[in-house]
């Protein structure tokens, strides 16, 4: 009998939405009931490329936009093989931020188009689900620490959400919005349920192309 596959899922969102807190909170409560489960976030800032991007987010380098694309993009694929090992294995991957990231926060500024933006990425592995925490920049702009990296101002994030809706409205990959206006533990709840409908989709399937 082949393998089941793990599920590739991500979550997206602007800055503050509680991506990380829920991912953590996904990955806890896969181990539990004793599922295979990995997380990934991205950037990742522990490679070679990804400490270029961290230097440029922390405001402490500067780099051309199309060259910072470019990079966010080289990061997630120098995790490909990696990715690919684990959900063939059966392992289920958690990923906070992922290409639809890199698209919305580039498009987000000025002359640069959603489909230059999404060049780059066409090919890496689909995710079987994206959770969309949707939250408005004004409200996160409230939380903590809102402001210490380099594209957390709510003029720029409001442009980013726009970004990500139309990333939405292209049908090509499977979106679930949650309300993440909501308590942690209901936000987790929402996203548990809507995961393990993923996961079980996603077991007999082959591994899709993002925006192919």
């Given at each position: 009998m082949a393998c089941k596959r793990g599920a590739l899922i991500v979550l997206e969102g602007v800055d503050r939405a509680g991506k990380t807190t829920q991912c953590t909170k996904l990955v806890?409560?896969?181990?539990?009931?004793?599922?295979?489960?990995?997380l990934l976030?991205?950037?990742?800032?522990t490679t070679t490329i990804g400490k270029l991007i961290s230097s440029y987010l922390e405001n402490k380098s500067d780099l051309e936009d199309h060259t910072v694309?470019?990079?966010?993009?080289?990061?997630?694929?120098?995790?490909?093989?990696?990715?690919?090992?684990?959900?063939?294995?059966?392992?289920?991957?958690?990923?906070d931020r992922y290409a639809f990231s890199g698209v919305a926060f580039t498009s987000a500024k000025p002359d640069f188009s959603i489909e230059w933006c999404k060049a780059p990425d066409v090919g890496l592995p689909k995710p079987d689900l994206v959770l969309y925490l949707q939250?408005?920049?004004?409200?996160?702009?409230?939380?903590g620490e809102f402001g210490t990296e380099r594209y957390e101002t709510s003029s720029f994030q409001q442009r980013v959400q726009g970004r990500f809706e139309q990333l939405m409205d292209e049908n090509s990959v499977n979106w679930q919005v949650v309300d993440a206006s909501q308590s942690i533990d209901e936000v987790h709840d929402n996203i548990k349920r809507l995961s393990l409908s993923a996961l079980t989709a996603a077991e007999h399937q082959p591994i899709a192309e993002l925006w192919r």
């Amino acid at each position: 009998m082949a393998c089941k596959r793990g599920a590739l899922i991500v979550l997206e969102g602007v800055d503050r939405a509680g991506k990380t807190t829920q991912c953590t909170k996904l990955v806890e409560s896969f181990r539990e009931v004793g599922r295979a489960v990995h997380l990934l976030r991205f950037p990742d800032r522990t490679t070679t490329i990804g400490k270029l991007i961290s230097s440029y987010l922390e405001n402490k380098s500067d780099l051309e936009d199309h060259t910072v694309h470019l990079l966010f993009s080289a990061n997630r694929w120098e995790l490909v093989p990696l990715m690919k090992k684990k959900l063939e294995e059966g392992t289920t991957l958690i990923i906070d931020r992922y290409a639809f990231s890199g698209v919305a926060f580039t498009s987000a500024k000025p002359d640069f188009s959603i489909e230059w933006c999404k060049a780059p990425d066409v090919g890496l592995p689909k995710p079987d689900l994206v959770l969309y925490l949707q939250l408005s920049p004004a409200a996160a702009a409230q939380r903590g620490e809102f402001g210490t990296e380099r594209y957390e101002t709510s003029s720029f994030q409001q442009r980013v959400q726009g970004r990500f809706e139309q990333l939405m409205d292209e049908n090509s990959v499977n979106w679930q919005v949650v309300d993440a206006s909501q308590s942690i533990d209901e936000v987790h709840d929402n996203i548990k349920r809507l995961s393990l409908s993923a996961l079980t989709a996603a077991e007999h399937q082959p591994i899709a192309e993002l925006w192919r």
